[in-house]
């Protein structure tokens, strides 16, 4: 076998390794979404930072045709992924203790003028899609090369949400959060450009 034919099949292994290992990390992520599991959800984790791993310290890059088919299974499994590894990780940070909404937010105690009673309220709704949305153009930006498109999303949510984090739990939720899911985003997405290179 000659250097051209041992290149063609190395680069083949890695691009169908690559392939493999986000199919199963997206599958991983996919079973967490409705109650995140930390087994799984470590497993995907580990198997996203082999693959980091491996496209940076080898010199076979994969083809464009290959890099297309990763670069969309990348996004997806760092725009869907992102959502059950953000709520296991504020379930870590915050012990349980923060109930969710019914409209996707959490439920904080807020005191009353006295002699009113402590009342319930939802704050951060809308936290799912906004992450959905968030992580999709981080992955985007990531992978078209231009990765400035981050500051400009941390910039734009913290403008949006300025309003309610008026209580300690809502800035610790939200920067937490926010840092778990551009983390995810950023460590899936950035297999492709690397992958390419």
Not at 14 to 26: E, G, Q, T
Not at 62 to 72: M, T
Not at 129 to 139: F, H, M, N, S, V
Request: glycine share 10%; with cysteine.
């Amino acid at each position: 076998m000659d250097a051209a034919a041992a290149d063609l099949l190395v680069t083949t292994v890695v691009a169908i390794f690559l392939f493999l290992a986000l199919c199963a990390a997206l599958a991983l992520v996919t079973v967490s979404v409705r109650r995140p599991r930390g087994t799984a959800l470590l497993v995907a984790s580990g198997i996203v930072v082999l693959c980091l791993v491996l496209v940076a310290v080898l010199p076979w890059h994969v083809p464009a045709l290959y890099g297309a088919v990763l670069a969309l299974l990348a996004v997806a499994l760092a725009t869907f992924g992102g959502n059950p590894v953000a709520r296991w990780v504020l379930t870590v940070a915050d012990g349980g203790r923060s109930a969710e909404g019914p409209r996707g937010g959490i439920l904080v105690e807020l005191m009353g003028e006295p002699p009113a009673p402590p009342r319930q309220e939802e704050i951060l709704r809308g936290g799912a899609t906004i992450g959905y949305l968030e992580r999709l153009a981080a992955a985007l930006g990531i992978v078209a090369g231009f990765p400035a498109v981050i500051a400009v999303l941390v910039a734009l949510k913290g403008i949006g949400r300025f309003t309610e984090l008026a209580t300690p739990a809502a800035r610790e939720r939200f920067i937490v959060g926010t840092l778990a899911s551009l983390l995810w985003a950023c460590a899936v997405s950035a297999i492709v450009p690397l992958a390419l290179r």
